[in-house]
């Protein structure tokens, strides 16, 4: 029912076929490497099952996290497998939509130690029970993840939510880039 009602952010989004994907891919890639920085957030819509229980749960059309690195090209992120290190190639190989969100606790000074922070996590148990409120300690999910490499420069002043969604990050930074603003561009000039 929930499905016919149209209540759903999405329910499914289905990579473009072949050549498409590669240039929707390419060109999103090229917008981050233009717009992103260390220890910015990339926030996107995938294409996995799991996107889909993630955006259609929370009802908004982002589903993942990862923390951005511009020297190496890669992203920290925490999957049901753990706190992992992909590139971002391969990250962005696997969105539809992509946000470059800059945290507002992120500075220059900063970036390279909250990369940092995200590396050394890596290989840490992903936190299925804090998805849904019951944090476990030394766990993370992915805006979790995301939030917690900045809490040395919190002000004392924040206030989260018990579970965070990724779509809900933007309220945590300001929005750099926005896929989508791109392909709404297109398909009005078109």
Same mark, same amino acid.
């Given at each position: 029912?929930?499905?016919?009602?149209?209540?759903?952010?999405?329910?499914?989004?289905?990579?473009?076929?072949?050549?498409?994907?590669?240039?929707?891919?390419?060109? /999103?890639?090229?917008?981050?490497?233009?717009?992103?920085?260390?220890?910015?957030?990339?926030? /996107?819509?995938?294409?996995?099952?799991?996107?889909?229980?993630?955006? @259609?749960?929370?009802? /908004?059309?982002?589903?993942?996290?990862?923390?951005?690195?511009?020297?190496?090209?890669?992203? !920290?992120?925490?999957?049901?497998?753990?706190?992992?290190?992909?590139?971002?190639?391969?990250?962005?190989?696997?969105?539809?939509?992509?946000?470059?969100?800059?945290?507002?606790?992120?500075?220059?000074?900063?970036?390279?130690?909250?990369?940092?922070?995200?590396?050394?996590?890596?290989?840490?148990?992903?936190?299925?029970?804090?998805?849904?409120?019951? @944090?476990?300690?030394?766990?993370?999910?992915?805006?979790?993840?995301?939030?917690? !490499?900045?809490?040395?420069?919190?002000?004392?002043?924040?206030?989260?939510?018990?579970? !965070?969604?990724?779509?809900?990050?933007?309220?945590?930074?300001?929005?750099?880039?926005?896929?989508?603003?791109?392909?709404?561009?297109?398909?009005?000039?078109?």
């Amino acid at each position: 029912a929930l499905l016919l009602s149209g209540c759903l952010a999405r329910p499914w989004v289905r990579p473009a076929a072949g050549e498409d994907r590669a240039l929707q891919s390419q060109a /999103i890639e090229q917008a981050v490497l233009a717009t992103a920085s260390t220890g910015d957030w990339l926030v /996107i819509r995938g294409y996995h099952a799991t996107d889909t229980l993630v955006a @259609n749960a929370t009802g /908004i059309p982002l589903s993942h996290v990862g923390i951005y690195n511009g020297d190496l090209r890669m992203v !920290i992120g925490a999957e049901g497998d753990g706190v992992q290190r992909e590139s971002l190639t391969h990250f962005i190989a696997r969105a539809d939509r992509v946000l470059v969100v800059r945290p507002r606790w992120r500075s220059d000074g900063n970036a390279s130690q909250a990369w940092a922070a995200a590396e050394a996590l890596v290989g840490r148990d992903y936190d299925f029970l804090g998805t849904v409120g019951f @944090n476990q300690p030394n766990r993370y999910y992915c805006s979790e993840l995301a939030l917690h !490499i900045y809490r040395p420069w919190w002000r004392g002043t924040e206030r989260f939510p018990k579970v !965070i969604k990724p779509g809900e990050l933007y309220l945590f930074g300001q929005v750099l880039y926005d896929s989508l603003d791109r392909e709404e561009r297109d398909d009005a000039a078109s």
